[in-house]
């Protein structure tokens, strides 16, 4: 299976191709149209849009936000995989034991530039198309795909509409969503005050990040 944010860069012979249904680099829907013959995996990095895989990392989604998303998932009949680190593999395990909710299956991230499964895991990436771990293609992420992974009957271009899905959030996830909007909101800001933009947007943007940072201070206090 590859999967790059430029999808120039697969194999047109691959039999397994992952994008994105959301965040900076989208490359989903592109995928499904240029790969016909290819089995499609959908990727969400956060726990309220619906799609096969969450990625679970720094700056997507949060172990506890993971747990949402499975239950979630399971309440529409569908079956969640969980993408994430093989050193966050255990973390997620033992968020899942305490919450008292069955496991996912997981897609686990070891880059070795070796084919291998980790166990436990339903695919592994074993490279991530630098020098350093070249794997099948350059410039792609080349995962190993386990025989057990959950068989879906058609690929679907996402739209609005399909991929929203209602999450009842703890306040605790919601506090560490605001905590991640807050994080862009000051990056955005930084950015609208030094990049070469019309004064409308520059403006527009402060004033949405500033909103963005009142909550997070507030949600904060309290």
Known sequence: MFDSVNIDHIPRDAAWVAGYVNG??????????????ANHVSITINAY?????????????????????V??????????????????MGTLQTEFANAKEAEPYFW???????????????????????????????????????PNWPKKKTSVIHSVEKKVIPV??????????IRQLAAYAGIATQFANT??????????????????????HYTAKK
């Open 71 to 88: 239950k979630t998932l399971r309440n529409h009949g569908k079956t969640p995989i969980i993408y994430c680190s093989k050193s966050m």
């Open 168 to 177: 009842n959030f703890t306040p605790k996830s919601l506090a560490i969503i």
């Open 24 to 37: 900076i680099w989208p490359t989903y829907n592109e995928l499904v149209k240029r790969f016909p013959n």
């Open 49 to 69: 849009e619906s799609a096969d895989v969450l990625d679970v990392e720094k700056g997507d989604a949060t172990p506890i936000e993971a747990i949402t998303w």
């Open 108 to 146: 686990v991230a070891d880059w070795t530039n070796v084919e291998h499964l980790v166990p436990g895991s339903i695919a592994t990436q074993w490279a991530d198309g630098t020098d350093q771990y070249p794997g099948l293609a350059k410039f792609c992420d080349t995962s190993v795909v386990s």
């Open 195 to 216: 990049g070469h933009l019309p004064t409308s947007v520059r403006t527009a943007i402060v004033a949405v990040s500033g909103v963005i940072l009142s909550i997070d």
